[in-house]
């Protein structure tokens, strides 16, 4: 079977222990998380976690089945990437002193669209948002001119093209009652 990149979004209690019970999911059938994402939603008490791995769609289906029946987790989604809009962010640690002695760096900064958010005289801080090839790109860039002290991307982050998240409107609706 053809596998190809699924983005998970799994909303859940704010609990500990959820994060283990869903990757042991994947774990369970062998299958490797690209990215990991987990964050509060904008509704209290529930967590978002997104996931992005490579599967078949028969093998996705039956793992977010059985997510979906775990209690703590409220509503488990799998979608291919015409489904949803990805991004992702990358911060770049940079010496200064190469930055300024090489004219080439902040080219490929402006090339690039990143922007400088922190500079000293040591290092500069450089973000980057945008897809996994771009971030990976300006990496490879910064590493052929030797300015790279750190560099740390995050995992997807993701909002699917309906316009309204359905979990969301419904929480949103009992949050409120509950409120009363």
Avoid at 49 to 75: A, M, P
Avoid at 143 to 156: N, P, T
Wanted: aromatic fraction near 8%; charged fraction near 25%; charge should be neutral.
């Amino acid at each position: 079977m053809d596998k190809q990149l699924y983005t998970v979004i799994i909303y859940s209690e704010n609990l500990a222990g959820v994060l283990n019970q869903v990757t042991a999911e994947f774990t369970r059938r062998q299958m490797n998380i690209e990215t990991l994402n987990v964050s509060s939603s904008s509704i209290d008490g529930v967590h978002r976690y997104t996931l992005s791995l490579w599967s078949d769609e028969q093998t996705i289906n039956k793992v977010v089945k059985r997510l979906e029946k775990k209690i703590d987790v409220l509503r488990a989604s799998y979608y291919t990437e015409d489904e949803i809009f990805v991004q992702e962010v990358a911060l770049y640690k940079i010496s200064t002193p190469k930055l300024l002695e090489n004219r080439q760096i902040s080219k490929i900064i402006r090339h690039n669209h990143a922007r400088v958010i922190e500079i000293n005289s040591t290092y500069t801080v450089v973000e980057l948002t945008g897809m996994t090839e771009g971030i990976l790109k300006l990496y490879k860039e910064f590493v052929a001119e030797q300015c790279v002290l750190q560099f740390v991307k995050s995992g997807h982050i993701a909002v699917t093209r309906d316009v309204v998240e359905h979990l969301t409107e419904q929480l949103f609706d009992e949050d409120a009652r509950r409120r009363r």
